[in-house]
């Protein structure tokens, strides 16, 4: 396949992707997504004001602050680099989830012998095997995410996705690929590793419900919840449903630069990781004033080499294989931090 046709099959694939159910960025979830959130804030006016103003919400909606932003302009960047120059994210895993599985599934047969076929029903087995494959995605999710906060090299490719200032749906697209290769091989091990041993406890295959190759669970969260949670509006879940399931608000904390409020609500949409390990901070009902980013170190995080080179030259100083910026550097950073001669007067 030479470029062009390249090209052109990604761009079909782009196509594709942009009105299927299963997809992480469509127009149909677009569209439901706004559907929501103009029903939330024309609920909240109508509680706060008994009356509902139409051009109030519109203009929430379509922020000129959030549309003609330089860090949707980034997001819109990650999202072609992404689509076009990378090509597709599970392709460049060095697991395979599948492959992990019948690794998993030949070793337990070689220590503990064959399971004899389950006689469930197979529509029993199927369920079974779609919750198995869904928590355990959301497990790894939540490990992986944990790792890349916790550990100094991961969070210098994680810092990327948190470089934004404003959330958009495209923000989701704003992942350093490194960032990206790690989550599909760890995803691959843990999921791969749980679909092993259901399979070798069914003693037979058994597929999940799902669309296209998307666990239909998933689909749903995809849906119904994937698009706001990187978007401006603070739709919060609280009490009981606020420990189950990660709204908006949930998200934008999480993008908070506050530093009490860094490596908290990990999870990708259940909450319930969070929760089980002490990371889940619950939002208010009213919206607080958040800043998202990641503060003032980088003047300006938006710049292409800030979001593709300046993670891999960071990870590597924090293995101590490159220096620390020469003294020379840091002399002409504080020559920039001396007053000109108007200021100060
Ligand atoms: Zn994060
Ligand atoms: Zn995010």
């Keep these: 396949m030479d470029f062009l046709e390249f090209q052109i099959h990604k761009l079909q694939q782009a196509g594709a992707a942009l009105v299927s159910p299963a997809s992480i960025f469509a127009l149909p979830q677009l ?25 109030t919400i519109l203009r929430a909606m379509m922020s000129r602050r959030i549309i003609f932003n330089r860090s949707t302009y980034a997001d819109l960047f990650y999202y072609f680099i992404n689509t076009f120059a990378i090509g597709s994210l599970i392709g460049w895993g060095i697991f395979s989830g599948l492959a992990v599985s019948e690794l998993g599934v030949r070793m337990l047969r070689a220590s503990f012998g064959v399971c004899a076929p389950s006689t469930a029903p197979e529509w029993a087995l199927r369920t079974g095997m779609t919750l198995v494959t869904f ?47 790690i989550f599909v091989d760890i995803i691959a091990i843990i999921t791969g590793t749980l679909h092993g041993l259901f399979t070798y406890a069914a003693g037979k295959s058994v597929g999940i419900y799902s669309v296209g190759d998307v666990n239909i669970i998933t689909c749903v969260f995809l849906f119904f ?121």
């Design 225 to 345: 919840l994937a698009q706001l949670q990187h978007s401006q509006f603070w739709i919060p879940l609280t009490g009981l449903p606020g420990r189950i399931l990660l709204s908006p608000a949930h998200h934008q904390i999480h993008h908070s630069v506050d530093p009490a409020h860094h490596g908290c609500n990990l999870g990708s949409f259940l909450a319930i990781w969070d929760w089980a390990f002490g990371t889940l901070r619950i939002p208010q009902k009213e919206p607080p004033r958040l800043t998202f980013g990641i503060g003032q170190a980088n003047a300006n995080p938006h710049r292409i080499s800030a979001l593709l080179i300046d993670p891999v030259m960071n990870a590597l100083r924090v293995l101590g294989l490159i220096r620390r910026p020469t003294p020379q550097v840091s002399r002409i950073a504080m020559e920039t931090l001396r007053p000109m001669p108007h200021e100060g007067r």
């Design 31 to 55: 569209a439901v997504a706004l559907a929501i959130a103009f029903a939330y804030l024309a609920y909240r006016q109508m509680r706060r004001r008994s009356t509902v103003r139409l051009p």
């Design 135 to 181: 928590f355990g995605y959301e497990l790894a999710y939540y490990i992986d995410h944990y790792l890349k906060h916790k550990i100094p090299f991961l969070w210098e490719f994680h810092k990327t996705h948190h470089s934004a200032e404003v959330l958009t749906p495209l923000t989701v697209f704003r992942v350093h690929p490194i960032d990206s290769l």
